[in-house]
């Protein structure tokens, strides 16, 4: 039992994370793998802006240049702001609504694993003979076409981390629907917990479109199926049609919760309530309808024909009014408040001009017959970019410096914190406004290289200016977090000094159990009810007695790690085949040890009961004295 | 009315915008320099979708700025507790009501352009012997080239689009081997080629916009296609409608053997036998539509750049040097191309030099 943990070494700490099911470890966990891979993604996308300052090019080949716009997106996408968001979700949801945990802590665990091996085995390919190259969507005619175990990499990696995030989603619905503490209606409920709740419901419906979208792509590339090739009766807009209708709820997957952390951070510091909270949740719920009705706008130009461009045109168009909403809410929520412009506030400030910019654009796009000229150009990138930068990774960025005591106890420093804000916003819009302008000048998205005298030059130029500055700012966040956790100066319940919900009502970072008494919600902003009523404290909904944990558990990592070693078989066999048996004999032996593995652990899992233990009243009350570090 | 007089105010701006965007790009390039009426269109419907959107942003903007300026703490003062207010269903139902009227002013000329753009009845119309009157062109997107195939006058080409001005010019479009996107950026939006069916569209070029863009615009692929995507440029030719048709008597006069203009050449078409050339590439204008492995070379002397990228800006010894570039380092201009380079071993220097000669003889209409 990992209870009692004070000082300890490393490997005490290392065999602690790697066992825990304690969704505030979890988010640590998401917090610094998504970190990490945001840092790889990030170097990716420097490449990418290098290679175009210039016309005619030559920093990178073509074909390691088709590999880095790829794995950008991937990364970016799957590994870097879904992880990030979970690491939020996970450190704040349970605690907003006032439970001990989530539902199922082991489920949590294993959702992170299996991301975090679908992402290193992604990433393998880098070294093992090539990345994948037919970009992020991986469009079936040239992803079948690839060479190597590119794609191969794709397919089993985003599969195996497709599971780990398809399991994360179902775990925050069963959570939320369940374990809000007493007198938490759902309209009660803080934006971000809302916001979760939708989203992880788009995760529920979306993934298993792209699930079955990568199953025939594997089926096709492995074990010789031809579901998208043409010449045996195949189709490759059926995997369009499988990618987008994931690809588009995807976008407002990512988009909903940094909406929710926005909305906590004006209501916390325009000291004020959120303005037309039930205008907010609709338009969220609504957002996130919508999102499943539009993914034809992705392929507008694909021919479809005029009726079905139409329909999905005025969809898309749509979903500008519950945005909207949102927005004058936002600026209406601090309209007559108090405001603090601290770092989390800055970016939740620049976020609305960004947004609305990659907002405006997006309805652009919806014009069907203006988008055969958008489609596929560095419009469509500047597009993409305004609203997942402006809107995800500010929302992010807010995001860490918001929650970042309430995870570690430490605040990162304000100023550090501002300067990393004017770098990042002002190196956002210098490298991606210009792109608007170079996709309508006749420029095309995942070029390699441009030519001169095409009137290209000083647009690429200045955009790979701007991608330096952005660089520099994440630079000073790390710096920044490396000075704040060496001085490791420690905060209290309410470090902002103006929160509202129930994560600010307890110890930063809170006790492994949460809430020693559950506490009672009477009313939205249960925390500032109180405190407007003068009560440093929540009144507890139950008396104190014993709380019941769960064990910490090996098995979620040994399941994730046997459907990586399998990967590895299911990978290899391929060329087993094509050399009649005389090379990569080990293939199909790994590929049984990896599923045997996985099996086995399931096995262990289901017939060893595991009751958990109870933490006693009695430490409970003990652990009072001794200042809640139990 | 209100909204009449709105338009009336927007109209400065309209004009204002279009001004400033007209100088953006390169008319041979540019889609913010409409060059026929389908990229009329659509730049039309650009203008207008930026104008609601260049208003939206205009309001917000006020509020925000007026809200983050008056409303800071250190204005209100530190120990303000502000006024918690729930919401008001009177702003919520204007900020619903407005968006949607805007949206469905953006979604009527959405759908009709959409329609419009996807009209092809013409494409069918004959005239009384049964024959068509439009002109349609094949379009075959191959990695990183482009097959030019007009089925009703039995001619095709490679890379240069040669396309009559002021008419609607008909396109069937697919891919022979992976997705691409075909798209001439100053004339009209793209259209997919896909591998497995056949895609309609009609651009149309406008003769006065065409000369301002010396009569040769850009088209790109727009769809990633390999590691040359970024190359798989062609050029489009605009020649008057008399102009076209003197080019297509040329081309379907043409022989089907070349004759060679001199000793060199004659040895260069014997190379072009021996090295294979002859088994992907035909060299008349009447051969090889729709199954060719690489570019029809029949008007190849021609052509306005080689590979489709390489500009020699009209110089004879440049345009020489690009093509022996080319047959020896096809790997390196193209990466991932199918054709592949020659090195000494396969070709002597001796037999390019002839085998250049043939090729740059290659011509049908500047003749």
New interface residues.
């Given amino acids: 039992m990992s209870t009692v943990v004070q000082k300890k070494g490393f490997f005490p700490v290392l065999w602690d994370y790697l066992t825990t099911v304690d969704h505030k470890k979890i988010a640590i966990l998401y917090l610094i793998s998504g970190g990490f891979f945001f840092l790889v993604g990030g170097l990716e996308a420097m490449v990418i802006r290098i290679q175009l300052a210039v016309p005619d090019s030559n920093f990178v ?3 390691l ?2 590999e880095i716009l790829t794995m950008h997106g991937t990364t970016m996408i799957f590994l870097a702001a879904m992880p990030l968001l979970f690491a939020f979700m996970n450190a704040v949801v349970p605690l907003q609504i006032g439970a001990r945990d989530v539902a199922f802590p082991f489920l949590n665990s294993l959702g992170f694993w299996l991301f975090f091996f679908g992402g290193i085995f992604l990433n393998l390919s880098w070294f093992l003979g090539g990345a994948p190259d ?2 992020w969507t991986s ?1 079936a ?2 992803s079948l ?1 690839s060479e190597g175990h590119g794609i191969d990499f794709y397919v089993l990696g985003l599969q195996i981390s497709g599971a780990g995030t398809l399991i994360a989603g179902i775990n925050f619905l069963v959570t939320i629907i369940n374990m809000r503490a007493p007198g938490m209606t759902y309209m009660r409920m803080p934006l971000f917990t809302w916001s979760t709740f939708v989203a992880s419901a788009l995760i529920l419906f979306a993934f298993p479109p792209l699930t079955v979208g990568l199953f025939l792509m594997l089926f096709d590339r492995m074990f010789g199926a031809n579901f998208f090739d ?1 010449t045996m009766g195949g ?3 059926i995997w369009e049609h499988l990618f987008w209708i994931f690809g588009h709820p995807e976008v407002y997957i990512l988009i909903l919760p940094a909406f929710g952390i926005f909305s906590e951070i004006f209501a916390t510091f ?4 959120l ?5 907010m949740v609709f338009a969220t719920v609504l957002i996130g309808f919508l999102g499943f009705m539009v993914w034809v706008h992705h392929m507008f ?3 479809l ?2 009726t079905a ?2 329909i999905f ?2 969809a898309t ?2 979903i ?2 519950p945005t ?2 949102k ?3 936002w ?2 929520t ?8 601290t770092t989390p506030m800055l970016y939740a ?1 620049a976020f ?2 960004s947004f ?2 990659g907002g ?2 997006g ?2 796009l ?8 958008y ?3 560095y419009f469509v990138v500047a597009h993409f970019h305004y609203v997942i930068i402006g809107g995800v990774v500010l929302g992010l960025l807010a995001g860490t410096h918001f929650y970042w005591p309430k995870m570690f106890g430490t605040m990162l420093n304000e100023t550090l914190g501002k300067v990393t804000f004017w770098l990042f916003l002002i190196g956002f819009h210098l490298t991606f406004f210009i792109q608007h ?1 170079l996709g ?3 420029m ?8 001169p ?3 290209l030059e000083v647009g690429n130029a200045i955009s790979t200016v701007g991608a330096f500055f952005m660089a520099a700012g994440v630079l000073v966040l790390i710096y920044n977090i490396i000075i704040t956790q060496v001085r490791n100066e420690r905060v209290g319940n309410d470090p902002w000094g103006d929160g509202r919900t129930l994560e600010w009502a307890i110890a930063s970072p809170p006790p492994f159990y949460n809430f020693k008494q559950l506490p009672l919600v009477r009313g939205l902003d249960p925390y500032w009810i109180e405190k ?1 009523e003068g009560n440093d404290r929540m009144t507890p909904a139950e008396p104190i007695g014993d709380i019941h944990m769960p064990n910490n558990s090996f098995i979620p990592f040994v399941m994730s790690l046997g459907l990586f070693i399998a990967a590895f078989g299911a990978m290899y066999q391929v060329d087993w085949r094509a050399s009649d048996g005389a090379e990569y004999g080990w293939a199909i032996p790994v590929l049984v040890i990896g599923m045997l593995i996985t099996i086995g652990s399931m096995a262990v899992r289901s017939l060893k009961d595991d009751h958990g233990y109870h933490v006693h009243k009695e430490d409970l009350e003990k652990d009072d004295e001794e200042g809640g570090r139990l | 009315m209100k909204n009449g007089l709105k338009k009336w105010r927007l109209l400065p701006l309209f004009t204002a915008l279009a001004f400033i965007l007209s100088g953006c790009g390169e008319p041979f390039l540019s889609a913010l320099q409409p060059a026929g009426e389908v990229a009329q269109m659509q730049y039309d419907l650009m203008l207008l979708s930026t104008i609601i959107m260049v208003v939206v942003i205009i309001v917000v903007m006020i509020i925000y700025v007026i809200s983050i300026v008056k409303f800071r703490r250190a204005k209100v003062g530190e120990n303000t507790i502000p006024k918690q207010v729930e919401g008001s269903h009177k702003l919520e139902i204007i900020w619903t009501v407005v968006p949607i009227i805007l949206v469905l002013i953006l979604a009527v000329p959405t759908v009709a352009a959409t329609f419009i753009l996807a009209d092809q009845t013409e494409m069918e119309a004959v005239d009384e012997e049964g024959n068509r009157t439009a002109l349609v062109v094949d379009v075959r997107a191959n990695l990183y080239w482009w097959e030019f195939n007009y089925p009703d006058l039995g001619i095709v080409t490679a890379q240069d689009l040669v396309v009559p001005t002021d008419q609607n010019v008909y396109f069937n479009v697919i891919a022979s081997d992976v997705k691409h996107s075909f798209w001439i950026p100053a004339v009209g939006g793209k259209i997919d080629t896909n591998v497995e069916n056949m895609n309609t569209f009609y651009l149309h070029f406008d003769g006065e916009k065409a000369q301002e863009a010396d009569n040769l615009f850009y088209g790109k692929c727009a769809e990633l296609c390999g590691p040359s995507h970024a190359l798989m440029d062609f050029k489009v030719q605009t020649l008057s409608p008399e102009d076209f048709d003197n080019w297509v008597t040329a081309m379907q006069e043409a022989e089907a053997e070349p004759e060679p203009q001199n000793d060199l050449a004659a040895r260069g078409e014997e190379v072009f036998g021996e090295q294979g050339c002859i088994g992907c590439h035909a060299v008349s204008p009447a051969q090889g539509a729709g199954i060719s492995q690489g570019p029809n070379l029949a008007t190849l002397g021609e052509r306005s750049r080689v590979a489709g990228i390489l500009d020699y800006k009209g110089d004879e010894e440049q345009h020489e040097a690009y093509i022996k570039e080319w047959i020896r380092d096809a790997d390196r201009l193209k990466p991932g191309n199918t054709m592949g380079g020659y090195n000494e071993d396969d070709l002597s220097d001796e037999d390019l030099d002839a085998l250049t000669e043939y090729l740059m003889g290659l011509k049908v209409y500047s003749e």
């Fill in positions: 080949s073509a074909g240049y088709n037919a970009g469009y005619s040239l076409a043409h189709n490759t807009i325009s000291r004020k309530r303005f037309g909270y039930s205008a130009t694909v021919g024909g005029p461009n139409a045109a005025v168009m749509a500008a009014v909207g909403v927005i004058f809410n600026m209406l601090m309209w007559g408040g108090s405001i603090k412009f400030v609305i001009p609305v910019a405006v654009t309805v652009m919806a014009v069907a017959a203006a988008d055969y000229q489609h596929d150009t302008f309508l000048m006749g095309p998205r995942r070029i390699w290289k441009y030519l005298n095409q009137g407007m």
